[in-house]
């Protein structure tokens, strides 16, 4: 059987079995259905906003248009960060956000985006595929009527954008800092002050000096921002987010509703996207850095090996306090650093001596 006409047939299963069904959301006609995606991110963002748009894409095309999803950017339905409780409650259908903007619903919703120095983007997708971590995710989003799906990775990103250079750990003592997730708590024991504002508004707060720093993603959407214009010292590399996974989380009565042809189909475009969006921005901030430090006379800065260890030290005081916050954040906390040690065990054996060699070749 050919694929499009399987998916066709699925799809249009799944759609009578819909309008079988008493939901009242979201809205059906003829079979078709269409759903509002809300997102943290400005209209049409390099990366984050065009992966949500381009899963919309995706979802509509693999459907033959019986799914239709509609994409609003921040501030258009709800705003950046109300996307989760209107998902949760019903009022838009799906949400594309980094987790981590909620833990003040949970601490252990920082897991599943980043957390200071923890999982590349390659560990996360282990963990959530093989590793158990979807599970604990589901059990995790469940409780606030949501599913949820990795649909993009930024990759390791920056340590951030500075007005004045970071040369030791007491340079942190009273800086006001755009930083979100649990990075945040970690400068905060450092004395600094963490900000969480989205993306949207950062170069505001820098210009007008409402903030001394601030961290974003990397390169690519740096540049677009402009940060350089208004904070000179760019400092590598992101200790509190080794690999943002975003979230594709939908409203769960909407996910049960789709079927399991369906839910497949948003399974297997979610992943295309994350592994997509991953090579993605590992090619354009490669070529943004350039432009940056080149054209623009940013001035790149390494976090110093002592600066490091203590932020390293202070991080894992951070994640085992969040471990104890309940039972749940416990067991999050054990298999994520199961999985991710299983995984460095044979990155240490297989890939980092393989990459020390190549510098030989291609230097």
């Given at each position: ?70 994409v609003y950017a921040a501030g258009e339905l709800v705003p950046a960060f109300g996307v989760f409780d209107a998902v949760s ?275």
């Amino acid at each position: 059987m050919e694929r499009r006409h399987f998916l066709k047939q699925a799809t249009i299963g799944a759609g009578a079995a819909v309008a079988a069904s008493s939901l009242s959301a979201p809205a059906i006609a003829s079979g078709k259905r269409k759903l509002k995606m809300v997102t943290t991110w400005p209209k049409n963002f390099p990366g984050l906003g065009t992966s949500a748009a381009g899963f919309a894409k995706d979802v509509e095309k693999a459907t033959d248009g019986q799914i239709r999803i509609k994409v609003y950017a921040a501030g258009e339905l709800v705003p950046a960060f109300g996307v989760f409780d209107a998902v949760s409650q019903g009022k838009a259908d799906l949400y594309h956000a980094g987790d981590y903007y909620w833990q003040g619903k949970h601490k252990s919703y920082a897991f599943f985006t980043t957390v200071p120095f923890g999982m590349t983007a390659n560990e996360m997708y282990e963990w959530l595929a093989f590793g158990g971590g979807q599970q604990l995710w589901d059990e995790l989003s469940g409780r606030f009527n949501i599913k949820a799906l990795a649909g993009t990775n930024t990759g390791v990103q920056m340590g951030g954008w500075f007005k004045k250079e970071i040369n030791t750990i007491d340079d942190f003592q009273g800086l006001r800092m755009r930083i979100p997730g649990l990075g945040g708590e970690v400068i905060k024991r450092l004395g600094a002050t963490p900000v969480t504002r989205p993306g949207g508004e950062i170069f505001l707060a820098l210009s007008q000096g409402n903030i001394d720093a601030s961290e974003w993603v990397g390169p690519w959407n740096d540049l677009a921002f402009g940060f350089y214009k208004v904070a000179p010292y760019y400092y590598t590399s992101g200790f509190h987010e080794p690999g943002a996974a975003i979230a594709l989380g939908f409203n769960k009565e909407v996910w049960d509703s789709l079927g399991k042809a369906n839910q497949t189909l948003m399974k297997t475009i979610a992943s295309h996207h994350y592994i997509r969006s991953l090579a993605e921005y590992n090619f354009r901030n490669a070529k943004a850095l350039e432009t940056l430090v080149k054209k623009h006379g940013v001035q790149l800065r390494t976090f110093s090996d002592d600066i490091m260890a203590q932020l390293a030290t202070t991080s894992a005081d951070v994640l085992k306090d969040v471990s104890q916050t309940d039972d749940l954040a416990r067991r999050i906390y054990e298999s994520y650093v199961r999985s991710m040690k299983n995984s460095s065990r044979w990155q240490d054996i297989a890939e980092t001596p393989y990459l020390k060699a190549r510098k030989t070749v291609f230097s």
